[in-house]
Protein backbone atom coordinates (compact mmCIF):
# COMPACT_ATOMS: atom_id res chain seq x y z
CA UNK A 1 0.00 0.00 0.00
CA UNK A 2 1.63 3.60 -0.40
CA UNK A 3 0.68 6.34 1.73
CA UNK A 4 -2.57 7.91 0.93
CA UNK A 5 -2.48 11.75 -0.43
CA UNK A 6 -4.85 14.34 0.00
CA UNK A 7 -3.76 17.62 -1.82
CA UNK A 8 -6.36 19.60 -0.16
CA UNK A 9 -4.21 18.57 3.21
CA UNK A 10 -1.14 19.78 1.70
CA UNK A 11 -2.39 22.97 0.94
CA UNK A 12 -3.78 23.78 4.37
CA UNK A 13 -1.42 22.11 6.85
CA UNK A 14 1.02 25.07 7.09
CA UNK A 15 -1.63 27.56 7.83
CA UNK A 16 -3.55 25.25 10.23
CA UNK A 17 -0.29 24.79 11.54
CA UNK A 18 0.61 28.90 12.20
CA UNK A 19 -2.92 29.06 14.36
CA UNK A 20 -2.25 25.97 16.39
CA UNK A 21 0.90 27.00 17.11
CA UNK A 22 -1.25 30.13 19.47
CA UNK A 23 -4.34 28.20 20.12
CA UNK A 24 -2.57 25.19 21.54
CA UNK A 25 0.75 26.92 23.43
CA UNK A 26 -0.56 25.75 26.54
CA UNK A 27 -1.89 21.97 25.85
CA UNK A 28 -0.53 18.87 26.48
CA UNK A 29 -2.40 15.81 24.73
CA UNK A 30 -4.80 16.60 22.03
CA UNK A 31 -6.84 14.24 20.53
CA UNK A 32 -7.44 14.64 16.43
CA UNK A 33 -10.70 13.02 15.85
CA UNK A 34 -10.79 11.75 12.05
CA UNK A 35 -7.25 12.02 11.11
CA UNK A 36 -7.89 10.47 7.44
CA UNK A 37 -4.58 10.26 5.30
CA UNK A 38 -2.69 11.25 8.30
CA UNK A 39 -1.02 14.23 6.61
CA UNK A 40 -2.11 16.94 8.73
CA UNK A 41 -1.00 14.98 12.18
CA UNK A 42 2.84 14.51 11.26
CA UNK A 43 2.67 17.69 10.38
CA UNK A 44 0.48 19.77 13.01
CA UNK A 45 2.70 16.93 15.82
CA UNK A 46 6.55 17.92 14.26
CA UNK A 47 5.66 21.46 14.82
CA UNK A 48 3.87 21.19 18.30
CA UNK A 49 6.79 19.31 20.06
CA UNK A 50 5.53 20.14 23.32
CA UNK A 51 2.37 18.01 23.22
CA UNK A 52 1.75 14.60 22.38
CA UNK A 53 -0.60 14.28 19.10
CA UNK A 54 -3.36 11.36 19.40
CA UNK A 55 -3.98 10.11 16.10
CA UNK A 56 -7.94 8.38 15.77
CA UNK A 57 -10.31 7.67 13.21
CA UNK A 58 -11.82 4.27 11.59
CA UNK A 59 -9.82 1.00 11.56
CA UNK A 60 -10.05 0.78 7.75
CA UNK A 61 -7.80 4.46 7.68
CA UNK A 62 -4.99 2.88 10.55
CA UNK A 63 -3.02 1.37 8.14
CA UNK A 64 -2.77 5.12 5.46
CA UNK A 65 -2.01 6.76 8.84
CA UNK A 66 0.40 4.29 9.93
CA UNK A 67 2.52 4.84 7.11
CA UNK A 68 3.04 8.49 7.47
CA UNK A 69 3.92 8.06 11.27
CA UNK A 70 6.32 5.47 9.93
CA UNK A 71 7.85 7.57 7.48
CA UNK A 72 7.75 10.71 9.63
CA UNK A 73 7.85 8.73 13.84
CA UNK A 74 7.82 12.44 15.62
CA UNK A 75 8.28 10.91 19.37
CA UNK A 76 5.18 12.92 20.50
CA UNK A 77 2.74 11.68 17.36
CA UNK A 78 0.69 8.47 18.81
CA UNK A 79 -0.53 5.61 16.62
CA UNK A 80 -3.99 5.72 15.61
CA UNK A 81 -6.68 4.36 17.90
CA UNK A 82 -10.21 3.31 16.67
CA UNK A 83 -13.04 6.31 16.98
CA UNK A 84 -15.93 6.30 15.54
CA UNK A 85 -18.98 9.33 16.82
CA UNK A 86 -21.46 7.25 17.45
CA UNK A 87 -20.04 4.02 16.94
CA UNK A 88 -16.75 4.15 19.55
CA UNK A 89 -16.75 5.32 23.29
CA UNK A 90 -14.82 8.44 23.98
CA UNK A 91 -11.10 7.32 23.97
CA UNK A 92 -9.63 6.70 27.21
CA UNK A 93 -6.98 9.06 29.06
CA UNK A 94 -7.12 13.19 29.29
CA UNK A 95 -7.15 15.02 26.57
CA UNK A 96 -6.87 19.02 26.83
CA UNK A 97 -7.42 19.85 23.50
CA UNK A 98 -9.10 18.38 20.27
CA UNK A 99 -8.80 18.81 16.92
CA UNK A 100 -10.83 17.87 13.82
CA UNK A 101 -10.26 18.60 10.09
CA UNK A 102 -12.93 18.18 7.05
CA UNK A 103 -15.30 15.85 9.26
CA UNK A 104 -18.20 18.01 9.79
CA UNK A 105 -19.74 18.24 6.56
CA UNK A 106 -19.12 14.49 5.65
CA UNK A 107 -20.84 12.99 9.25
CA UNK A 108 -24.64 13.01 9.65
CA UNK A 109 -26.01 15.53 11.44
CA UNK A 110 -26.79 13.65 14.25
CA UNK A 111 -22.95 12.34 14.26
CA UNK A 112 -22.10 15.79 14.45
CA UNK A 113 -24.51 17.03 17.38
CA UNK A 114 -23.25 14.10 19.03
CA UNK A 115 -19.53 14.89 18.53
CA UNK A 116 -20.03 18.63 19.72
CA UNK A 117 -21.30 17.46 23.12
CA UNK A 118 -18.70 14.77 23.29
CA UNK A 119 -16.02 17.48 23.29
CA UNK A 120 -17.86 19.71 25.28
CA UNK A 121 -18.71 17.07 28.01
CA UNK A 122 -14.70 15.67 28.17
CA UNK A 123 -12.53 18.55 27.62
CA UNK A 124 -11.69 19.99 31.17
CA UNK A 125 -11.92 23.85 32.22
CA UNK A 126 -10.49 25.82 29.17
CA UNK A 127 -9.67 23.35 26.88
CA UNK A 128 -9.36 24.40 23.60
CA UNK A 129 -11.32 22.46 19.98
CA UNK A 130 -9.90 23.66 16.85
CA UNK A 131 -12.09 22.57 14.19
CA UNK A 132 -11.47 23.03 10.34
CA UNK A 133 -12.77 23.30 7.37
CA UNK A 134 -16.01 24.53 5.41
CA UNK A 135 -19.33 25.82 7.13
CA UNK A 136 -22.29 27.56 6.28
CA UNK A 137 -22.73 31.32 8.75
CA UNK A 138 -26.49 32.12 9.55
CA UNK A 139 -27.88 29.85 6.51
CA UNK A 140 -25.64 31.42 3.57
CA UNK A 141 -22.72 29.71 1.96
CA UNK A 142 -19.27 32.23 1.54
CA UNK A 143 -18.69 31.23 -1.92
CA UNK A 144 -21.12 29.00 -4.86
CA UNK A 145 -18.48 26.64 -5.02
CA UNK A 146 -18.74 25.56 -1.50
CA UNK A 147 -22.89 25.80 -2.22
CA UNK A 148 -22.30 23.86 -5.04
CA UNK A 149 -20.13 20.96 -2.95
CA UNK A 150 -22.76 20.98 -0.15
CA UNK A 151 -25.26 19.53 -3.01
CA UNK A 152 -22.98 17.45 -3.92
CA UNK A 153 -22.38 15.55 -0.53
CA UNK A 154 -25.80 15.75 0.56
CA UNK A 155 -26.61 13.73 -2.63
CA UNK A 156 -24.15 11.26 -2.15
CA UNK A 157 -25.56 10.32 1.55
CA UNK A 158 -23.31 12.56 3.74
CA UNK A 159 -24.67 15.57 5.86
CA UNK A 160 -23.48 18.37 4.48
CA UNK A 161 -22.42 21.73 5.77
CA UNK A 162 -23.20 22.36 9.02
CA UNK A 163 -23.82 25.89 9.94
CA UNK A 164 -22.28 27.53 12.91
CA UNK A 165 -25.41 28.39 14.91
CA UNK A 166 -26.05 24.49 14.94
CA UNK A 167 -22.24 23.80 16.27
CA UNK A 168 -23.03 26.89 19.14
CA UNK A 169 -27.22 25.16 19.68
CA UNK A 170 -25.21 21.76 20.39
CA UNK A 171 -22.53 22.79 22.38
CA UNK A 172 -23.35 24.98 24.46
CA UNK A 173 -20.45 24.52 26.84
CA UNK A 174 -17.83 25.88 24.65
CA UNK A 175 -17.82 28.94 23.69
CA UNK A 176 -16.74 30.19 19.70
CA UNK A 177 -14.16 32.79 20.63
CA UNK A 178 -12.71 33.41 17.38
CA UNK A 179 -13.36 32.33 13.59
CA UNK A 180 -10.57 32.40 11.44
CA UNK A 181 -10.69 33.03 7.55
CA UNK A 182 -8.34 30.05 6.04
CA UNK A 183 -7.64 29.16 1.88
CA UNK A 184 -10.44 28.00 -0.01
CA UNK A 185 -13.18 29.13 1.43
CA UNK A 186 -12.80 27.24 4.79
CA UNK A 187 -12.94 28.48 8.48
CA UNK A 188 -11.39 27.49 11.51
CA UNK A 189 -13.24 27.60 14.20
CA UNK A 190 -11.89 28.22 17.78
CA UNK A 191 -13.63 26.81 20.84
CA UNK A 192 -13.01 26.68 24.28
CA UNK A 193 -14.61 25.22 27.42
CA UNK A 194 -16.49 27.54 29.70
CA UNK A 195 -15.19 27.06 33.36
CA UNK A 196 -18.35 26.54 35.40
CA UNK A 197 -20.88 24.13 33.43
CA UNK A 198 -24.45 24.30 33.31
Not at 91 to 117: C, W, Y
Request: a neutral charge.
Amino acid sequence: MTKPFSQACENNKQFIADVLQSEFNAATRVLEIGSGTGQHAVHLAKHLPHLAWQTSDQPQYHQGINLWIDEYPWPNLKRPIAFQVGKDDWPKGQFDAVFSANTAHIMQRSEVQLMMQLIQQHLPANGVFCQYGPFTENGKFNSQSNADFHRHLVAEGYGGYRDITELQQWGKLLTLIDRITMPANNLLLIWKKQKTQE
